[in-house]
């Protein structure tokens, strides 16, 4: 009996012994846990232009481009609000703002930035860029959104202006028109300005060169860069623009009407209609420097265009200048609400949009990735010479300032007025206004 119960206690001990030789070394893992689905997010974007149930093209492309955004973010549902692009639409927006309440996304145009930004109002996007935003948008891409070395809001195309030729002109005149590869300097610019000035032989007079240039116009921008001046410092501190290579390069502008005699007679006075009913004519100007937003027009019309850089001055480098799209975030406490909209805003001027929906870009992006204005080849030239803007740094100076920078520039072109002494004369009033908005 001894020797039975020694082998049972043998037997369990061994038992025992094995069981706990296959026991796992280290405890189960538990499963992994469910994902929740995303916190459910209603947005309200305010756009500009846009008609709940309307037929034009803003708002068809504004319904496409939430349809799309909500079928690939199901736990996002945006309310569009519609404001036009007047003073009832600007007091609509404000009053939103003031409020903080409903109201999410929207267009911010570049005069207002600043404000906005020092309010408060809005909330700022660079926690929500990913490296590969970082590199996809070119380093211009953020100039006219930077305040304070913070980024306001997301480009969503520049108007980045260029050069319109006739080509029947220019052929008839035995002038071949520059390329991106090989671009005209200022002295190759003038000199076939001055051929492309010319009386036909049935009497009709044809002029080389012409752009908006009515006070406050903006369409002959580029030029005022191409001497490696600026209007202000690159923080928009200072005014600069009566610096040698400001001055110059106004003064260059002005001598094509004052010494070389390649302008309509009305340069410095025409405004932005009238000087594309003279280009639209074919047979008064030759060369048109303009905004993109005219190319469909002309294409409707079989136009013979051709797209070209601006000329080269003393900085020897390409440039281009122009208006931006913006989108802008407003600011809330809710963190789920808040990276739902700078996702929208990120959507809305990023390259797959562009992809999404044929005709959303009314002019080219800021992003490497985004080709998709670039439709043909005088197109694909404006897309190319974004990566050369020059622009300025926001600042919210006064009406009355904006008015008198653009008589100035007037008196410039018209000749009452050097370049230099023009700008030396506003260049006080300029800096005290920059001075106090430092403060």
Not at 327 to 344: C, I, P, R, W
Request: net charge positive; aromatic share 10%; glycine share 8%.
């Amino acid at each position: 009996m001894k020797r039975l119960i020694v082998l049972i206690v043998v037997l369990a001990l061994a038992a025992i012994w094995l069981i706990a030789c296959a026991a796992p070394t280290t405890a189960p893992k538990s499963a992994e846990p469910t994902k929740a689905p995303a916190q459910p997010v209603t947005l309200v974007f305010y756009q500009r232009g846009y008609t709940a149930g309307g037929t034009d093209a803003g708002t068809v492309n504004t319904d496409k481009a939430v349809e799309i955004f909500q079928k690939n973010n199901p736990n996002i549902k945006i309310n569009i609000v519609g404001i036009p692009w007047t003073a009832e639409g600007d007091t609509k927006l404000e009053a939103a703002l003031a409020a903080k309440t409903d109201i999410n996304v929207f267009r911010v145009t570049s005069p207002n930035l600043p404000r906005y930004a020092k309010q408060g109002i809005l909330s700022e996007i660079t926690p929500f860029l990913t490296e590969e935003d970082k590199k996809d948008f070119y380093p211009s891409g953020f100039q006219i959104a930077t305040i304070d070395g913070k980024v306001w809001a997301w480009p969503l195309w520049v108007t980045a202006i260029s050069n319109f030729v006739n080509t029947d002109i220019l052929k008839e005149r035995g002038v071949e028109p520059p390329t991106m590869a090989k671009p005209w300097t200022w002295d190759q610019f003038v000199e076939a300005c001055k051929k492309l000035t010319y009386k036909k032989a049935d009497g009709t007079q044809v002029y080389g060169f012409s752009s908006s240039s009515k006070w406050g116009a903006v369409e002959y921008y580029p030029l005022m860069y191409i001497d490696g001046g600026r209007i202000l410092s690159a923080d928009g501190k200072k005014f600069v623009q009566n610096s040698p290579e400001g001055a110059s390069a106004l003064q260059k502008i002005a001598e094509l009407a004052l010494v070389h005699k390649c302008t309509p007679p009305d340069f410095g006075t025409v405004d932005q209609a009238g000087v594309r009913a003279q280009f639209k004519d074919r047979k008064t100007v030759a060369i048109l420097m303009s905004t993109p937003g005219f190319i469909p027009d002309l294409e409707k019309e079989n136009f013979p265009l051709a797209v070209t850089p601006p000329p080269l001055g003393a900085l020897n480098k390409m440039v281009t200048n122009g208006a931006f799209g913006l989108f802008a975030v407003v600011n809330v406490g809710d963190q789920a609400k808040l990276k739902a909209a700078h996702e929208l805003a990120k959507y809305l001027t990023g390259s797959q949009v562009a992809k999404d929906i044929q005709g959303w870009q009314l002019a080219p992006g800021l992003r490497r990735s985004n080709t998709g204005y670039s439709t043909n080849a005088n197109r694909e030239v404006i897309a190319k010479l974004v990566e050369f803007g020059v622009y300025e740094a926001p600042v919210a100076t006064s009406a009355e300032l904006g008015n008198n920078y653009g008589a100035a520039l007037q008196a410039i072109i018209l000749g009452k007025k050097t370049a230099k002494q023009a700008m030396d004369e506003i260049a006080p009033d300029y800096q005290k206004e920059l001075d106090a908005l430092s403060k």
